[in-house]
């Protein structure tokens, strides 16, 4: 699911590690030839796609219909997945990694997910279905109502269901196929790990990267190419240490139309829908839109060349190695949110916690003399002396969430009165004021801990955990169950997972400063556990509503007055708000699935499973799928079925190095492959080879390492030294107010922020205007004449004023410069002075005024390149 706000903060702060991506299309209706040279200007020789970021997407979109049924949803799958390819063109591998069973660290997160979906789809029904009794009551025209049975339940996307069953055949007709009649595909290997092999798809995708690097014969300069959305791919990739590592992701729009849930129409929300036109037969609902999605690059190895900059600390009293500082940073990145552990009160991303951290971790590492981490483990010593600085502000940082909170609610109300006012001038003049007074103020969310007030430590433990917050032994327990999870995350990136049966057995985080004798945890996981069969994972993360995705008899569990677990299955519970604004960013106080009480509970109903089911709830394996033209292929072809059905084959190929064995069950060559989706055609020849496929495997002390490999060819530099320039303020963390210091230089850099470098390579040519040119724009660009909004600047005179004919265009200069005060007006003075003056009056009604000096004073110019500036005010200060 990712870090919330992560990949914004890092975008704006980093800016040329985002390029578009360049998108060939098919001249005269012809397919894209994948085979030629990649327009990006890179060849990448891997792409690893995390399946479920697709899958979602393609069954139950946002921007334009869903799909009717599972056969137009492959088609949407396939389709995407042609799509990536073509812009990648790996040349060497495909991995497609989709979900299957997940730590029961990740699998408390994928239950209050899928419970919270659950309730929110129920109130979303009872919502329109209250809405459309009181416009059908008016004689209002609707759409019939939805057929309940075409419903897709979203949950079904979970491993073990029949859906991901499913969706492995089509993905294995979807390879054979595209081996065959794709010239792109024909000398790449392709490795398919379905939902029955554990693990979640980013990190199985890590832990065959991992592997291979640690493979003797390894190429350390291979392209990596990542799709993902999830904002921790990038931490992941930044784990790696490979040189070359891209990641491609759909590119974020705000403020998407969506649709009405009621009537099907854009333009307005539910709320305030009146129904369809009067001639229902006549209205046509587009069938898509906007544009298609565009895709961008998140290029980690300039992202390696900021944080270098950044973390430079100089006269160090030991030898500086920028990998483990590396290391460091994305360790502390998990203290703001991770998919494991909830993040720590005082630190929100928005509130430049991570820039607060890196100081913090400066000044510990100069104290300490050493890094924090090294290859996974951590050195919880240096760990306690950070959180403890920390500690020491969360009061400070409590008392300014609050005042920008308050800040916040009041610019969202002058934004309201904005919006009421450019309707006074749209419509009718007399309703819409007549509406002003009618308008309820959103109530503020009940915050009962009040963190920026005294004693909120004691209301924060015995609210949230029940507990009594001056007792230092429960408090300090919190904080050692926080720490040892965050020795999990940490192994679990760079080694694998340490455990499949450990998560955090709270829904809260403890306090900074509640970090005390943390190096006393017990970080030390038990070894050879094993994760949850599929079914098993299901009874686990499924809400009663979606009982109709597990066998009968296991749903009646969920439901049964007498089931022994029927406790884990709540109809009904509480979303805590815990401070903020909105229902999504709650937190659901659901209770924790106890494995040992779930497994007596299933053991009844076993029996009643059928041989389709049993073979669902069995682990699987990943495939190795080849084409003739494959350097693999002659090899693989060779081996006798009747020895390696059982022996595995070490396999020595570039890109993919393991042990290969062969299955029964798939398919050989010159058979025929039936199509399982409706409307594509079987294949009649195949020509492919498919094999079970095993990562390289080392001992079970074995530790992978963080660090460059041997060999490898350091990428050209992209950044310029302006660009880095910008990160030498925030570099010096010394001085009365180190985290000020470091605010401030974040601050500066927004504003002078250099235009980002543009493609996937340093030579591409940067499209620019100079300041000539910004000029003419500025003169001969037309500006409304009259922009009626309450707040800022108006090119027409303020009401009951006269206007020098001055036009002033507004421009966000930064703080400190062009220190101006905006007239502003509400509603009811702006429609009085509409009723006595008659009408307002445009530029176009008053000459320019000659006076140059009426108003007695001057203004400073602005210093941007390319900003032309007025020498004073339109009207004189009030």
């Not at 398919?192 to 990190?203: C, F």
């Not at 030294?721 to 570099?731: D, P, T, V």
Request: proline letters at 7%; a neutral charge.
């Amino acid at each position: 699911m990712g870090v919330p706000a992560f990949f914004r903060w890092l975008t704006r702060k980093y800016p040329s590690v985002i390029v578009d991506c360049i998108e060939e299309s098919g001249e005269d209706g012809k397919e894209v030839d994948s085979s030629k040279p990649n327009p990006n200007g890179v060849e990448f020789d891997n792409l690893y796609i995390d399946m479920n970021g697709i899958i979602h997407p393609c069954t139950h979109p946002e921007n334009k219909p869903a799909p009717k049924d599972e056969d137009e949803m492959m088609v949407a799958i396939f389709e995407c997945i042609d799509r990536l390819f073509k812009i990648v063109r790996p040349r060497k591998l495909l991995y497609l990694a989709v979900d299957g069973v997940a730590p029961r660290a990740k699998m408390n997160q994928q239950r209050s997910r899928r419970f919270r979906a659950a309730k929110e789809t129920a109130e979303k029904v009872n919502q329109i279905a209250m809405i459309r009794s009181q416009l059908e009551a008016k004689g209002v025209n609707l759409p019939p109502e939805k057929d309940k049975s075409s419903h897709f339940d979203s949950n079904c996307i979970t491993p073990g269901t029949s859906f991901m069953s499913r969706l492995t055949e089509c993905l294995n007709y979807y390879i054979h196929d595209r081996l065959i009649s794709d010239p792109g595909w024909k000398n790449i290997k392709i490795i398919l790990s379905d939902a029955s092999v554990p693990g979640e798809g980013e990190h199985k995708i890590m832990d065959f990267i991992r592997r291979q690097r640690a493979h003797p014969d390894h190429n350390p300069n291979i392209h990596h190419c990542l799709c993902g959305a999830d904002a921790d791919l990038i931490m992941l990739g930044l784990a790696t240490h490979e040189p070359y590592f891209t990641i491609i992701r759909e590119e974020f729009v705000m403020n998407q139309t969506k649709r009405c849930d009621l009537c099907g129409q854009t333009g307005h929300e539910l709320t305030e829908c009146k129904g369809l036109i009067d001639d229902v037969d006549s209205l046509s609902l587009p069938t898509s839109m906007g544009a298609p999605t565009r895709y961008i690059f998140v290029r980690l190895n300039v992202l390696r060349e900021y944080l270098e900059e950044e973390l430079k600390m100089p006269d160090l009293p030991f030898e500086y190695n920028f990998e483990r500082a590396l290391d460091d940073w994305v360790f502390m990145c998990f203290f703001v949110g991770n998919d494991f552990l909830p993040h720590l009160p005082s630190l929100e991303i928005r509130e430049g916690a991570i820039d607060r951290l890196v100081m913090l971790y400066k000044k510990t590492v100069y104290r300490t003399g050493g890094f924090i981490t090294h290859s996974g483990d951590v050195n919880l010593d240096r760990v306690q002396l950070i959180m403890t600085d920390l500690g020491q502000a969360e009061d400070q940082i409590f008392h300014k969430r609050q005042i920008n909170e308050r800040n916040f609610r009041q610019r969202l109300k002058q934004k309201k009165y904005q919006e009421l006012q450019k309707k006074l001038f749209e419509h009718n003049f007399k309703e819409e004021v007549e509406g002003y007074f009618d308008i309820e103020e959103e109530p503020e969310p009940v915050d009962e801990v009040k963190l920026w007030q005294r004693g909120y430590k004691e209301r924060y433990y015995n609210l949230k955990f029940n507990i009594d917050g001056n007792n230092p032994e429960e408090t300090c327990k919190i904080g050692f169950e926080y720490v040892i999870g965050l020795c999990w995350v940490l192994k679990y990136y760079y080694q694998g997972c340490a455990s499949w049966k450990w998560y955090y057995p709270y829904h809260y985080a403890p306090f900074a400063s509640d970090f005390v004798n943390i190096a006393r945890s017990n970080t030390c996981f038990e070894k050879n556990t094993h994760p949850f069969s599929p079914f098993e994972q299901l009874m686990s993360v499924f809400p009663a509503g979606s009982s109709t995705l597990v066998p009968p008899t296991w749903a009646d569990l969920m439901t049964n007055p007498m089931s022994p677990i029927l406790d884990f299955y709540p109809k009904d519970f509480m979303i805590d708000l815990n401070g903020k604004r909105y229902a999504w960013q709650g937190v659901a106080l659901l209770p924790f699935v106890d494995e040992n009480r779930l497994r007596r509970g299933l053991a009844p109903v076993y029996k009643d499973l059928t041989e389709a089911e049993v073979k669902r709830n069995k682990l699987g394996h990943d495939r190795l799928y080849v084409g003739m033209d494959a350097d693999c292929f002659q090899f693989i072809n060779e081996l006798d079925p009747q020895i390696y059905q059982k022996k595995k084959a070490p396999l020595v190929s570039d890109g993919a190095y393991g042990c290969i064995y062969i299955v029964h069950e798939e398919f050989y060559q010159g058979e025929s492959i039936p199509s399982p989706v409706r409307g594509l055609n079987a294949i009649k020849r195949n020509s492919a080879i498919c094999v079970a496929f095993c990562d390289p495997q080392y001992s079970e002390d074995y530790k992978f390492k963080s660090t460059r490999l041997e060999g490898v060819i350091e990428p050209p530099r992209v950044l310029k030294s302006k660009e880095l320039g910008n990160q030498q303020l925030s570099n010096n963390w010394r001085g009365k107010n180190n985290f000020q210091h470091a605010w401030d230089a974040n601050k500066f850099q927004e504003r002078n922020n250099p235009r980002p470098i543009i493609g996937m390579v340093p030579q591409t040519t940067q499209a620019t205007l100079g300041d000539a040119s910004y000029r003419m724009m500025r003169h001969n660009l037309a500006a409304p004449s009259l922009i009626p909004l309450g707040g800022g600047w108006q090119r027409a005179a303020r009401p009951g004023g006269f206007n020098t004919g001055r036009p002033f265009i507004r421009h966000n200069h930064g703080r400190g410069e062009g220190r101006y005060r905006p007239y502003r007006t509400n509603p009811v003075e702006l429609g009085s002075r509409m009723r006595n003056n008659g009408n307002f009056q445009s530029n176009a009604s008053y000459p320019p005024h000659q006076n140059n000096n009426m108003f007695g004073y001057n203004e400073p110019r602005g210093r941007g390149m390319g900003m032309t500036r007025p020498m004073r005010h339109p009207y004189p200060r009030r």
